[in-house]
């Protein structure tokens, strides 16, 4: 239900549904394809004269830089500028769309949007954990022409998919790589209120869901009903919800298709198994009947072992199902209960069932009732990741893949206890929080290890004091240690039930019991626990007890190898290593309550998840991640569409339809071609959201290939260019500034290996984070997507030519004129090596006078041949210095530094 | 594309201007703009919002946050309740360290000064001789118990990283009156304060607002010194660079965004020629440096010293913000969570000399009743002790202090409670002391905005007051 003060308001600025427009009928020279007619009109109302295309070698630069951010090399300009086709333009169109490069370009302007950084910033300036794979990632899908709505599905839900999306060729899983979009933000280590830093985060993680994907400022709601835009603060907080029912995971992006697959295979094997191994125990169990001495010593070695362990062995025992303080219970879950939530294969599709028989490192292990089992099978997984700064005591990195996840709660007591078995790691995640590095927080993290060993049978009560949390909303995570085997049965808020003593007289007759077929229903959990101590012991005590029975030991010892030889073989398949990134896990399903004023201590009622009312066409709720993808891809919203190809239209024509590129509400700026925007957006949902066809369209019209040059008239009827009567001369983004250097100074490595090239660090980068090791200064030559976005540490090249702070979606950069830019083409000894590079680079060409040359690094820098002005500048320059002791290459190289510095390579014409 | 702008704006035909010039679409040259911005308003300021009493801020950071009740805001009752269980006489709030001791008094005595008979701590002995020029505040609070937050909010009004600092919003605003320099320069004295460079960002403004760390000693501003061999061959090839800029204006015709660029290499050269000069001192007397506390024997003081003479030549050169870190003591920061005596000591030390020299030296030459200093921290900190001889964060009430353009001196303004834990008697926010700020350079700061992502963005959000009551 939509808030009374704005009930009755439903628009949402352009939040009409999209229909394809016609296209006009206009006659003009300049008609290229449809998108002409729609400019072709505005011309005409306005009495502009389009202008001509813009030269070859103009269009040829220009398309180029837009599609792929670097300059032609003068082999390639050369291939375009002698192709004597008329349909040469298509040809290099079709070209440059098919170069991976195209990707590395596209990919930067979708990283701007989701505020793309490897590090968190604040005050150390923490990892972003396997950020780098998800930009990587981007790059894929753009060069495979993903198209956008699968895309916009993998970013909200890509772990959710009945069919994740499967790289061909090395078998991941992309699709979950996506949610990775949901975790780029800031993080803060050890607030003082949780809370007030959760909703912070979720602010943020809204703020770029809806400005990217939507150019809706949804985050203003957060405090009061949106002022121009039928988006309320329960919207706002509905969305809320969605956050609060996932949770942030280390993903094996790499293997996890092979993983599913294997313990698939594991778990059959286990189940096949179980067959054997009863009929196995049916034997054991005949012969203790035939021979009360096999038992009587089995019995007696049991015996001894457990009073080993402690004459006054006393064991734990599971609280009732009615106990109120129950909040997870492993040992009663039923399948597919929605509570089972574990991240990866380590702990199988569901809980182990009672008496299930595993082969355990090397052991048999018999489980004397169902529990969560993680299995050490899984513990030799191997993450592989780059670091630089690393102080999370919580990262996950190494278990990624090997964690169970609690349903969400809220802390009653000042404590939760757990049934466990072995050594395991709970943490708790206390309002989402989950960056641990002192001097708070530290308690949500705690290792526990077993006092008898860590594959001790026996079950014990374990407590975390979480004194300060209590009324938290948390939810726990368990992993292994050193991926040792563990159980967790129990989780209980407040503390341990007491332990129940073993009284020594019972074990014997307990034992005696063990394989007789007696009535079983009545047996206590100490009753279970003892077998299950007993059976611990059973390959140590099978030598002896059947030492005499040659074929039972032999079909004994022939079955446990057989299963042995089954997970070897398994295990010799299994990949253990894998890169890991971030990536969401859908835990219990959570409404957020509704904050009043936005303030985090004043909670209303609950708002139940939904996705914006205003937009939302059905009246069946979105309940989950992939339900709200799929609302927001429904057909109904125009928003998705309209706002993505306003997106493209904005990278290559300088300017968006509408200008305000990330923000289509009723603040935003209208479109200056309504009809266009909507023709535009149809057809893109009709090309199957093709970006690679959306892009060639655009490019194809005349439109975009007009020149650039100014006349009079349009300056006076239309100084700022809205109706596009010619093309916009732009200074390019710093990325394509730095590898546009790199390009003419012959060290562009274009190569779209993993990784990222540290930061150059320099005397003026100083402050808490700061990475050990400096990179090199040229970025080892990787194109500019490759270097490292550290928070805390920005490259200055980048950011004095307006690359955005990663802190939310910035769809329009700035554009700044500062003489910091200047300086930096000036005087960075970076800009005077790559300088020496290309002087270097063109005397090993055979060229015989400085004439030559100059021609050379003009077609090289400006995809032009040189002027008789400029050549005759430039060669009284070279001359002079020559004369005054340079060598000719240390004169070009100066030469070359200046042509660096001409601003005609900062433009785009 | 006045339609790119809300109608208010269309009042404010400046900055409408400079806003057009920032979002790269106008493309106007943004930075010649600001060159005659600033002549204009240095004519006639006719545009402002307010009288302008600041032309120049300089903003000593005090990184860590000094403790109020060690410095400006005395309370005997700590003495009368050392050593008690604070829980027994107020509500204790969660803490940063949490590990919370008992009540602490102050190491140092405090006396009156001045004709205003302010208290203020035997910590500033030289300080405390320019009470009389100070309006001390003594109820400011802050939202965050925690640095980072605390320094963002402190410079940029957000507790989030990415926001404007002031000093950008300041040039943003105003721009510079310095065309040889940036408009908002940040002297690092070694010290970066917790969440990094961000808090002298642009945010969402343009570059061109962006805090540039100039080093008080050997390279003061990145890339600023050319590395050819000769100077004259740098000279040489800006002439070749000039000409063959004018073949592509006369091939393209004129673009903004050419024009803009070519100009930028003017002021960049300037700029190249000016840094040298300003960090020159050669043209200081003896007397002057030592009153700025440059030949002082403790280390901390000279740097710090020659950072408030460095701050006193760009107020004399006209730039507009001017940020001061603190130097490293070989101690923490203010941020004494034990030892607090020793570790304010050394802090104390490094500044209160310079500053003192900095106040003598801005009003003998005039320049104090155009140029506001403000001196603030991030947060205070607690009455009582973090273990047993230090303080945690607190930012319930705590002390800072302006003089200087447009401030009344000798006064006190708010009051904490009889602990000095919570800001009690007219509690102030950040935003007020960014508001007063504005409002002391002409700004209004409800009309200072800036669009980003659908909403007209503010250094003060939606909140502040100005403080009326500490203004001359």
Same mark, same amino acid.
């Given at each position: 239900?939509?808030?009374?003060?704005?009930?009755?308001?439903?628009?949402?600025?352009?939040?009409?549904?999209?229909?394809?427009?016609?296209?006009?009928?206009?006659?003009?020279?300049?008609?290229?394809?449809?998108?002409?007619?729609?400019?072709?009109?505005?011309?005409?109302?306005?009495?502009?004269?389009?202008?001509?295309?813009?030269?070859?070698?103009?269009?040829?630069?220009?398309?180029?830089?837009?599609?792929?951010?670097?300059?032609?090399?003068?082999?390639?300009?050369?291939?375009?500028?002698?192709?004597?086709?008329?349909?040469?333009?298509?040809?290099?169109?079709?070209?440059?769309?098919?170069?991976?490069?195209?990707?590395?370009?596209?990919?930067?302007?979708?990283?701007?949007?989701?505020?793309?950084?490897?590090?968190?910033?604040?005050?150390?300036?923490?990892?972003?954990?396997?950020?780098?794979?998800?930009?990587?990632?981007?790059?894929?899908?753009?060069?495979?022409?993903?198209?956008?709505?699968?895309?916009?599905?993998?970013?909200?839900?890509?772990?959710?998919?009945?069919?994740?999306?499967?790289?061909?060729?090395?078998?991941?899983?992309?699709?979950?790589?996506?949610?990775?979009?949901?975790?780029?933000?800031?993080?803060?280590?050890?607030?003082?209120?949780?809370?007030?830093?959760?909703?912070?985060?979720?602010?943020?993680?809204?703020?770029?869901?809806?400005?990217?994907?939507?150019?809706?400022?949804?985050?203003?709601?957060?405090?009061?009903?949106?002022?121009?835009?039928?988006?309320?603060?329960?919207?706002?907080?509905?969305?809320?919800?969605?956050?609060?029912?996932?949770?942030?995971?280390?993903?094996?992006?790499?293997?996890?298709?092979?993983?599913?697959?294997?313990?698939?295979?594991?778990?059959?094997?286990?189940?096949?198994?179980?067959?054997?191994?009863?009929?196995?125990?049916?034997?054991?169990?005949?012969?203790?009947?035939?021979?009360?001495?096999?038992?009587?010593?089995?019995?007696?070695?049991?015996?001894?072992?457990?009073?080993?362990?402690?004459?006054?062995?006393?064991?734990?025992?599971?609280?009732?199902?009615?106990?109120?303080?129950?909040?997870?219970?492993?040992?009663?879950?039923?399948?597919?209960?929605?509570?089972?939530?574990?991240?990866?294969?380590?702990?199988?599709?569901?809980?182990?069932?009672?008496?299930?028989?595993?082969?355990?490192?090397?052991?048999?292990?018999?489980?004397?009732?169902?529990?969560?089992?993680?299995?050490?099978?899984?513990?030799?997984?191997?993450?592989?990741?780059?670091?630089?700064?690393?102080?999370?005591?919580?990262?996950?990195?190494?278990?990624?893949?090997?964690?169970?996840?609690?349903?969400?709660?809220?802390?009653?007591?000042?404590?939760?206890?757990?049934?466990?078995?072995?050594?395991?790691?709970?943490?708790?995640?206390?309002?989402?929080?989950?960056?641990?590095?002192?001097?708070?927080?530290?308690?949500?993290?705690?290792?526990?290890?077993?006092?008898?060993?860590?594959?001790?049978?026996?079950?014990?009560?374990?407590?975390?004091?979480?004194?300060?949390?209590?009324?938290?909303?948390?939810?726990?995570?368990?992993?292994?240690?050193?991926?040792?085997?563990?159980?967790?049965?129990?989780?209980?808020?407040?503390?341990?039930?007491?332990?129940?003593?073993?009284?020594?007289?019972?074990?014997?007759?307990?034992?005696?019991?063990?394989?007789?077929?007696?009535?079983?229903?009545?047996?206590?959990?100490?009753?279970?626990?003892?077998?299950?101590?007993?059976?611990?012991?059973?390959?140590?005590?099978?030598?002896?007890?059947?030492?005499?029975?040659?074929?039972?030991?032999?079909?004994?010892?022939?079955?446990?190898?057989?299963?042995?030889?089954?997970?070897?073989?398994?295990?010799?398949?299994?990949?253990?290593?894998?890169?890991?990134?971030?990536?969401?896990?859908?835990?219990?399903?959570?409404?957020?309550?509704?904050?009043?004023?936005?303030?985090?201590?004043?909670?209303?009622?609950?708002?139940?998840?939904?996705?914006?009312?205003?937009?939302?066409?059905?009246?069946?709720?979105?309940?989950?991640?992939?339900?709200?993808?799929?609302?927001?891809?429904?057909?109904?919203?125009?928003?998705?569409?309209?706002?993505?190809?306003?997106?493209?239209?904005?990278?290559?024509?300088?300017?968006?339809?509408?200008?305000?590129?990330?923000?289509?509400?009723?603040?935003?700026?209208?479109?200056?071609?309504?009809?266009?925007?909507?023709?535009?957006?149809?057809?893109?949902?009709?090309?199957?959201?093709?970006?690679?066809?959306?892009?060639?369209?655009?490019?194809? &019209?005349?439109?975009?290939? $007009? +020149?650039?040059?100014?006349? !009079?008239?349009? #300056?006076?009827? /239309?100084?700022?260019?809205? =109706?596009?009567?010619?093309?916009?001369?732009?200074?390019?983004?710093?990325?394509?500034?730095?590898?546009?250097?790199?390009?003419?100074?012959?060290?562009?490595?274009?190569?779209?290996?993993?990784?990222?090239?540290?930061?150059?660090?320099?005397?003026?980068?100083?402050?808490?984070?700061?990475?050990?090791?400096?990179?090199?200064?040229?970025?080892?030559?990787?194109?500019?997507?490759?270097?490292?976005?550290?928070?805390?540490?920005?490259?200055?090249?980048?950011?004095?030519?307006?690359?955005?702070?990663?802190?939310?979606?910035?769809?329009?950069?700035?554009? &700044?004129?500062?003489?910091? $830019? +200047?300086?930096?083409?000036? !005087?960075?000894? #970076?800009?005077? /090596?790559?300088?020496?590079? =290309?002087?270097?680079?063109?005397?090993?060409?055979?060229?015989?006078?400085?004439?030559?040359?100059?021609?050379?690094?003009?077609?090289?820098?400006?995809?032009?041949?040189?002027?008789?002005?400029?050549?005759?500048?430039?060669?009284?320059?070279?001359?002079?210095?020559?004369?005054?002791?340079?060598?000719?290459?240390?004169?070009?190289?100066?030469?070359?530094?200046?042509?660096?510095?001409?601003?005609?390579?900062?433009?785009?014409? | 594309?006045?339609?790119?702008?809300?109608?208010?704006?269309?009042?404010?035909?400046?900055?409408?201007?400079?806003?057009?010039?920032?979002?790269?679409?106008?493309?106007?040259?943004?930075?010649?703009?600001?060159?005659?911005?600033?002549?204009?308003?240095?004519?006639?300021?006719?545009?402002?919002?307010?009288?302008?009493?600041?032309?120049?801020?300089?903003?000593?950071?005090?990184?860590?946050?000094?403790?109020?009740?060690?410095?400006?805001?005395?309370?005997?009752?700590?003495?009368?309740?050392?050593?008690?269980?604070?829980?027994?006489?107020?509500?204790?709030?969660?803490?940063?360290?949490?590990?919370?001791?008992?009540?602490?008094?102050?190491?140092?005595?405090?006396?009156?000064?001045?004709?205003?008979?302010?208290?203020?701590?035997?910590?500033?002995?030289?300080?405390?001789?320019?009470?009389?020029?100070?309006?001390?505040?003594?109820?400011?609070?802050?939202?965050?118990?925690?640095?980072?937050?605390?320094?963002?909010?402190?410079?940029?009004?957000?507790?989030?990283?990415?926001?404007?600092?002031?000093?950008?919003?300041?040039?943003?605003?105003?721009?510079?009156?310095?065309?040889?320099?940036?408009?908002?320069?940040?002297?690092?004295?070694?010290?970066?304060?917790?969440?990094?460079?961000?808090?002298?960002?642009?945010?969402?403004?343009?570059?061109?607002?962006?805090?540039?760390?100039?080093?008080?000693?050997?390279?003061?501003?990145?890339?600023?010194?050319?590395?050819?061999?000769?100077?004259?061959?740098?000279?040489?090839?800006?002439?070749?660079?000039?000409?063959?800029?004018?073949?592509?204006?006369?091939?393209?015709?004129?673009?903004?965004?050419?024009?803009?660029?070519?100009?930028?290499?003017?002021?960049?050269?300037?700029?190249?020629?000016?840094?040298?000069?300003?960090?020159?001192?050669?043209?200081?007397?003896?007397?002057?440096?030592?009153?700025?506390?440059?030949?002082?024997?403790?280390?901390?003081?000279?740097?710090?010293?020659?950072?408030?003479?460095?701050?006193?030549?760009?107020?004399?050169?006209?730039?507009?913000?001017?940020?001061?870190?603190?130097?490293?003591?070989?101690?923490?920061?203010?941020?004494?969570?034990?030892?607090?005596?020793?570790?304010?000591?050394?802090?104390?030390?490094?500044?209160?000399?310079?500053?003192?020299?900095?106040?003598?030296?801005?009003?003998?030459?005039?320049?104090?009743?155009?140029?506001?200093?403000?001196?603030?921290?991030?947060?205070?900190?607690?009455?009582?002790?973090?273990?047993?001889?230090?303080?945690?964060?607190?930012?319930?009430?705590?002390?800072?202090?302006?003089?200087?353009?447009?401030?009344?001196?000798?006064?006190?303004?708010?009051?904490?409670?009889?602990?000095?834990?919570?800001?009690?008697?007219?509690?102030?926010?950040?935003?007020?002391?960014?508001?007063?700020?504005?409002?002391?350079?002409?700004?209004?700061?409800?009309?200072?905005?800036?669009?980003?992502?659908?909403?007209?963005?503010?250094?003060?959000?939606?909140?502040?007051?100005?403080?009326?009551?500490?203004?001359?």
């Amino acid at each position: 239900m939509l808030s009374t003060s704005i009930s009755g308001r439903r628009s949402i600025g352009l939040g009409n549904r999209c229909r394809r427009p016609t296209i006009p009928e206009e006659t003009s020279p300049f008609i290229h394809n449809a998108i002409d007619p729609f400019l072709a009109k505005e011309w005409k109302a306005h009495q502009l004269q389009p202008s001509p295309e813009a030269t070859r070698s103009v269009l040829i630069r220009r398309l180029y830089l837009d599609l792929l951010g670097i300059p032609p090399t003068p082999e390639q300009l050369q291939e375009h500028l002698q192709d004597e086709s008329p349909s040469w333009y298509e040809t290099m169109v079709d070209q440059l769309l098919a170069s991976p490069q195209f990707g590395v370009r596209f990919a930067r302007h979708w990283l701007d949007l989701v505020r793309y950084a490897e590090s968190r910033g604040h005050e150390f300036d923490e990892d972003v954990p396997g950020a780098n794979h998800y930009r990587d990632y981007v790059i894929r899908a753009f060069n495979l022409d993903l198209p956008y709505d699968q895309f916009v599905r993998e970013q909200l839900a890509g772990d959710m998919l009945e069919q994740p999306r499967v790289d061909p060729i090395r078998g991941w899983n992309e699709s979950v790589i996506g949610t990775s979009f949901w975790h780029l933000g800031e993080w803060v280590h050890s607030p003082v209120d949780t809370k007030k830093d959760e909703t912070d985060r979720f602010d943020n993680m809204i703020d770029v869901f809806s400005k990217s994907m939507l150019g809706l400022t949804v985050a203003c709601s957060r405090c009061h009903d949106h002022k121009f835009d039928a988006i309320g603060t329960e919207d706002y907080y509905a969305l809320c919800g969605f956050l609060l029912s996932s949770h942030y995971r280390m993903a094996r992006f790499e293997t996890d298709i092979v993983h599913r697959d294997i313990e698939r295979e594991r778990a059959q094997l286990r189940h096949q198994s179980q067959t054997g191994w009863d009929t196995l125990m049916v034997q054991f169990g005949n012969r203790s009947k035939q021979g009360e001495a096999g038992i009587a010593r089995w019995v007696e070695a049991t015996r001894e072992s457990i009073q080993k362990l402690d004459a006054n062995l006393q064991l734990a025992q599971r609280v009732p199902p009615e106990n109120e303080a129950l909040r997870v219970d492993y040992s009663r879950m039923q399948p597919s209960d929605p509570s089972w939530i574990p991240d990866g294969p380590g702990f199988g599709k569901s809980p182990i069932a009672a008496h299930t028989i595993d082969l355990m490192e090397g052991s048999l292990r018999w489980q004397p009732f169902q529990a969560a089992h993680f299995d050490s099978y899984w513990g030799r997984l191997k993450a592989r990741l780059d670091s630089t700064n690393s102080k999370n005591s919580y990262s996950q990195v190494d278990t990624s893949g090997q964690a169970l996840v609690t349903p969400t709660f809220k802390l009653q007591t000042t404590q939760l206890s757990y049934l466990v078995r072995g050594d395991c790691r709970a943490f708790v995640a206390v309002d989402s929080m989950r960056l641990i590095s002192g001097p708070l927080h530290t308690e949500t993290l705690k290792v526990f290890k077993s006092p008898d060993g860590s594959n001790s049978p026996y079950y014990r009560w374990v407590t975390q004091p979480l004194g300060r949390y209590q009324g938290k909303r948390l939810h726990v995570e368990f992993t292994p240690i050193d991926g040792r085997s563990f159980e967790i049965v129990q989780v209980i808020d407040g503390p341990p039930p007491p332990n129940v003593p073993v009284d020594q007289n019972r074990i014997r007759s307990t034992l005696e019991r063990v394989l007789a077929s007696e009535d079983r229903s009545q047996w206590q959990d100490i009753e279970w626990q003892l077998v299950a101590g007993a059976f611990a012991k059973l390959d140590e005590n099978a030598k002896t007890w059947i030492a005499d029975d040659e074929p039972l030991r032999k079909a004994f010892e022939q079955k446990k190898q057989t299963w042995r030889d089954h997970y070897d073989q398994l295990a010799a398949k299994t990949p253990w290593e894998s890169h890991v990134t971030m990536a969401m896990i859908e835990g219990s399903g959570e409404d957020h309550p509704l904050l009043i004023r936005g303030n985090h201590e004043n909670a209303g009622n609950l708002v139940p998840r939904h996705f914006l009312r205003a937009l939302e066409s059905q009246t069946e709720h979105a309940k989950n991640r992939l339900e709200l993808s799929n609302k927001l891809l429904d057909p109904t919203n125009p928003f998705v569409s309209r706002v993505y190809i306003n997106r493209l239209w904005h990278h290559l024509m300088g300017r968006g339809i509408v200008p305000t590129t990330d923000d289509f509400g009723v603040q935003g700026q209208p479109p200056t071609h309504p009809e266009l925007l909507d023709y535009l957006a149809a057809r893109l949902i009709e090309g199957d959201w093709s970006t690679k066809n959306a892009i060639r369209q655009i490019v194809l &019209s005349h439109g975009y290939r $007009q +020149s650039s040059q100014d006349s !009079n008239e349009a #300056l006076q009827i /239309d100084p700022d260019n809205r =109706w596009l009567s010619r093309a916009r001369v732009r200074r390019l983004e710093a990325e394509s500034i730095r590898d546009t250097l790199l390009s003419i100074a012959g060290r562009l490595d274009s190569s779209l290996k993993s990784g990222s090239v540290p930061v150059h660090l320099t005397d003026f980068l100083q402050g808490r984070g700061r990475p050990p090791k400096s990179g090199p200064s040229d970025g080892d030559g990787r194109r500019s997507i490759y270097g490292m976005v550290r928070r805390n540490f920005l490259a200055p090249m980048m950011t004095t030519f307006d690359t955005p702070n990663p802190f939310s979606a910035m769809g329009r950069r700035n554009v &700044s004129s500062v003489p910091a $830019q +200047s300086l930096m083409l000036l !005087n960075d000894p #970076l800009v005077h /090596d790559l300088a020496r590079l =290309w002087s270097e680079r063109i005397f090993r060409e055979p060229y015989a006078t400085d004439a030559e040359r100059i021609q050379s690094m003009y077609w090289t820098a400006f995809a032009r041949a040189a002027s008789p002005r400029e050549v005759e500048l430039s060669t009284q320059f070279l001359e002079q210095w020559k004369r005054d002791g340079m060598t000719p290459q240390q004169a070009l190289q100066q030469l070359a530094h200046v042509l660096m510095n001409r601003k005609e390579l900062l433009l785009r014409f | 594309m006045s339609d790119y702008l809300p109608m208010e704006r269309l009042a404010m035909p400046r900055r409408q201007w400079l806003q057009r010039a920032a979002s790269g679409f106008g493309a106007v040259a943004l930075h010649a703009l600001l060159s005659q911005q600033a002549q204009a308003d240095s004519k006639g300021q006719s545009k402002l919002d307010y009288p302008q009493r600041a032309k120049s801020i300089i903003f000593l950071y005090m990184d860590g946050g000094p403790s109020q009740m060690d410095t400006f805001d005395p309370k005997p009752m700590l003495t009368k309740y050392h050593g008690e269980d604070p829980a027994k006489l107020f509500k204790v709030a969660p803490t940063q360290f949490n590990n919370n001791g008992t009540i602490l008094q102050s190491p140092w005595s405090f006396s009156k000064h001045g004709e205003s008979g302010i208290e203020v701590s035997s910590l500033f002995p030289e300080l405390a001789k320019h009470v009389d020029q100070m309006a001390i505040v003594r109820s400011m609070t802050s939202k965050f118990p925690e640095h980072t937050f605390a320094n963002y909010f402190l410079h940029t009004g957000s507790g989030l990283q990415g926001r404007p600092s002031m000093g950008a919003w300041a040039t943003y605003g105003l721009g510079s009156e310095c065309q040889e320099l940036p408009g908002f320069i940040v002297l690092n004295g070694g010290l970066i304060p917790p969440g990094g460079l961000d808090c002298f960002g642009n945010g969402f403004l343009p570059a061109s607002y962006q805090g540039s760390v100039l080093r008080p000693t050997g390279q003061a501003i990145a890339n600023a010194i050319p590395i050819e061999p000769k100077s004259s061959l740098q000279l040489q090839k800006l002439d070749l660079l000039r000409q063959l800029d004018q073949v592509t204006v006369e091939r393209e015709g004129k673009h903004d965004e050419l024009e803009s660029a070519i100009r930028n290499y003017e002021t960049a050269f300037q700029m190249q020629m000016a840094i040298p000069k300003l960090c020159d001192l050669s043209d200081e007397t003896k007397e002057t440096l030592d009153l700025y506390g440059m030949n002082h024997e403790h280390e901390p003081t000279r740097t710090y010293g020659r950072e408030c003479l460095l701050a006193r030549r760009l107020v004399e050169r006209g730039v507009r913000f001017i940020e001061l870190t603190c130097p490293s003591v070989g101690h923490d920061r203010w941020d004494q969570h034990s030892k607090l005596k020793e570790g304010h000591t050394k802090n104390a030390l490094a500044v209160d000399q310079p500053i003192a020299g900095l106040l003598t030296d801005l009003k003998r030459r005039g320049l104090l009743e155009s140029t506001l200093v403000v001196w603030a921290g991030e947060f205070g900190r607690t009455p009582f002790a973090q273990g047993s001889d230090g303080r945690d964060h607190n930012p319930f009430g705590y002390s800072i202090w302006l003089a200087g353009g447009g401030i009344k001196g000798g006064t006190v303004y708010g009051a904490t409670d009889e602990f000095g834990y919570h800001a009690v008697a007219d509690r102030c926010e950040i935003h007020d002391l960014h508001a007063t700020m504005l409002y002391l350079m002409g700004l209004e700061h409800t009309r200072s905005t800036f669009r980003f992502g659908g909403r007209d963005m503010r250094l003060t959000d939606v909140h502040g007051h100005i403080l009326h009551d500490i203004l001359a």
